[in-house]
């Protein structure tokens, strides 16, 4: 364990000794934070607004007692996207699409002698292959994230709305209520942080992929999972450090 | 030159390499040869860098690359073209994109136009030069192999690399995948190293010739020396080749052997 998470560490240093030239590094950023938001946006949207509905519609079932105002409904659809749901929820999902082909992609190099061939160039591969890739990670995660809760408090207002749990006017009333600015930049520090988390992790997993195609699948199967358990942990630590 | 002292290297407590002492040439095609498991790619790999020798040095026209400054590493690996045994060629580019690459990455000082250049002048040396906008997913293996040299050559390599060049590939295009290799070895006299175990490319392109076996190095000499080696685990591997005891038979009985590509195997 403590020889995985210093050999980790040791992956992350390398890509920073030796960079390639900024140009080079800059385009290939670029493209990668096309390959991986572009590529997510609608299961993002999918998942983002869905469980908003769902979630509206769960509150306003539980929310029985006359004496709390159903603008609550809307409050507290908007406090759990932003806090949680949006930025943990997006990141999980993204864990699983953009984890697994970050860890796929590199390891099938791996395997294939392409990540041999760019270091034989004298190229350093992790410095080329790793860092736009988290790079490309941490510029989309807080835009996808972003998109998340428009669509997730979008969701809750058409479930709410269309189900007659509450009108528009209580809706957008509890979503106005006692905003705090604070918890969006809490939420995309946490997706900063969720993003690296992924894309570092799953580099990493495939980075090393030893063997052929079967190994290929293990390695983006241990990258999403170590990815979520990266995920759950941090952001317990960023609730209880930053709130 | 390229020179390798007494290079050991183990994987866990199973040696593989047991202190190899070889020279290879500069402008020539010099062979590394051995059964499987004998420790040819190893050996290849300690000597591009991609694994660290346990011990031992490796030597590039005088310029020592084992355990020397990162930098000087560096610069000696920009001169090394090599063409890996499944071609490795990058997935997401096309053949011109797969040759210009080492050129985007390692002459940023080059114009586009030069480098395009450069790219069909290498696709039309390896034969290729209307498979520029092919992916990698359609070509064939003896396609893949010169995508491959002409990626390999593209900088101006001064050592080429070669690990089994011919495996995977049907015979004919295997002599002339030898062929090419030997053709751009002495245009421009490049030290070429040659992993292989067909015995065809060292009838064929052996000007000089290691043979390993079971990582250490049991004999070296050039193809005209082969065939009458006087060691036994050298004579056990040559003669399981029909080929070459057919060779070996009409070199002693006279009579010629024929042949659409190479030069024909005249006895006496």
């Known amino acids: 364990m403590v020889k995985v998470f210093g050999q980790y560490l040791l992956f992350l240093q390398s890509m920073l000794v030796r960079k390639e030239r900024v140009r080079v590094l800059w385009n290939r950023t670029l493209d990668e934070a096309v390959s991986i938001g572009i590529d997510s946006v609608f299961i993002v949207s999918i998942v983002a607004a869905f469980i908003g509905a769902v979630t509206c519609v769960q509150i306003a079932y539980n929310l029985t007692n006359p004496l709390i105002p159903k603008a609550t409904i809307g409050f507290m659809v908007r406090e759990m996207t932003i806090l949680e749901l949006a930025p943990t929820i997006t990141s999980i999902v993204l864990a699983g699409k953009v984890g697994s082909s970050i860890a796929g992609g590199l390891g099938t190099m791996r395997i294939t002698e392409q990540i041999d061939a760019l270091e034989v160039m004298g190229i350093n591969s992790t410095s080329y292959l790793v860092f736009p890739r988290i790079l490309g990670a941490i510029i989309t995660f807080p835009l996808l994230v972003i998109l998340a809760m428009v669509l997730s408090i979008l969701g809750g207002y058409l479930a709410g709305t269309l189900s007659g749990a509450l009108s528009a006017q209580e809706y957008i009333e509890g979503i106005r209520d006692a905003f705090i600015p604070y918890n969006i930049t809490f939420a995309l520090i946490k997706s900063v942080v969720f993003a690296f988390l992924v894309s570092s992790i799953s580099a990493y997993r495939g980075f090393f992929t030893e063997g052929g195609a079967l190994e290929v699948g293990a390695s983006s199967t241990t990258a999403v999972t170590h990815s979520i358990i990266a995920i759950l942990v941090g952001d317990f630590v960023l609730a209880y450090t930053l709130l | 030159m390229i020179e390798v002292h007494n290079v050991h290297k183990n994987f866990g407590d199973t040696p593989i390499l047991r202190g190899i002492t070889c020279t290879f040439e500069t402008g020539k095609c010099n062979l590394v040869l051995g059964g499987s498991g004998t420790g040819k790619s190893v050996l290849l790999k300690c000597i591009v860098g991609l694994l660290k020798p346990d011990i031992g040095s490796i030597t590039f026209d005088g310029t020592i690359f084992t355990n020397n400054k990162i930098e000087i590493r560096q610069e000696i690996r920009k001169q090394i073209g090599m063409l890996f045994q499944a071609s ?156 070459v005891r057919a060779a070996k038979k009409v070199e002693q009985e006279g009579g010629t052997i024929e042949t659409s590509v190479g030069e024909p195997i005249q006895g006496e």
């Open chain 2, 88 to 243: 490795a060629l990058f997935d997401s580019m096309n053949v011109f994109e797969n040759v210009e690459f080492p050129l985007q990455m390692l002459t940023p000082d080059m114009s586009k136009e030069e480098r395009r250049d450069r790219v069909e002048f290498c696709l039309k040396r390896v034969g290729l030069e209307n498979a520029g906008l092919k992916m990698p997913s359609e070509l064939s293996g003896g396609m893949k192999k010169r995508v491959g040299i002409a990626r390999a050559i593209a900088p101006n390599c001064t050592y080429l690399f070669c690990d089994e060049p011919n495996s995977g590939l049907d015979p004919l295009t295997s002599i002339k995948i030898d062929e090419l290799i030997y053709e751009i070895t002495h245009e421009y006299g490049i030290t070429t190293v040659i992993i292989t175990h067909d015995m065809n490319s060292v009838v064929e392109i052996g000007d000089h010739i290691v043979f390993l076996h079971k990582g250490l190095k049991l004999w070296d000499g050039t193809k005209d020396e082969i065939l009458n080696a006087q060691v036994p685990e050298l004579k056990d591997f040559i003669f399981s080749s029909s080929l």
